[in-house]
């Protein structure tokens, strides 16, 4: 269903934001919504599991165990500038899932915005207006 999202969500974008990516300015503003509609939930969410990651570890200073320790694997500190970026689905070094599993989809729907209102703005003429 994830595929199909990206479809769906493909032609509501042409036909919401088809004929208002014509200027430098308008691609401005479209950067600036899509970034403050997905960016401020997928830090604080960040921001979460680091915290979560943190208790883990002085719970493991205390004496207790867990299956995989703090900061290893998935969420190796390795991993926080790229989840922080959105890159943890564009680099094959990255893991995609590590620390907020569904941020895969938020960093690949978030640059696709970008490079879709990028061609936009680079063939004016391609759409009716």
């Not at 691609?27 to 997905?38: G, P, S, V, Y």
């Not at 990651?53 to 719970?59: I, R, S």
């Not at 899932?97 to 989809?105: R, V």
Request: charged share 10%.
């Amino acid at each position: 269903m994830v595929s199909f999202f990206f479809v769906l969500s493909g032609f509501v974008m042409v036909h919401t934001y088809g004929q208002r990516l014509a200027t430098t300015d308008q691609f401005r503003q479209f950067f600036i919504t899509r970034t403050f509609r997905l960016y401020p939930l997928h830090v604080f969410v960040l921001v979460l599991a680091i915290a979560l990651e943190v208790l883990k570890l002085a719970a493991e200073h205390a004496g207790i165990a867990f299956n995989q320790p703090s900061f290893t694997g998935q969420r190796a500190p390795q991993e926080i500038i790229p989840n922080l970026l959105l890159l943890q689905s564009w680099w094959p070094g990255f893991n995609p899932q590590s620390f907020n599993f569904p941020a895969w989809s938020i960093s690949v729907e978030y640059y696709i915005y970008m490079i879709f209102a990028g061609i936009l703005l680079c063939t004016p003429h391609a759409l009716p207006r």
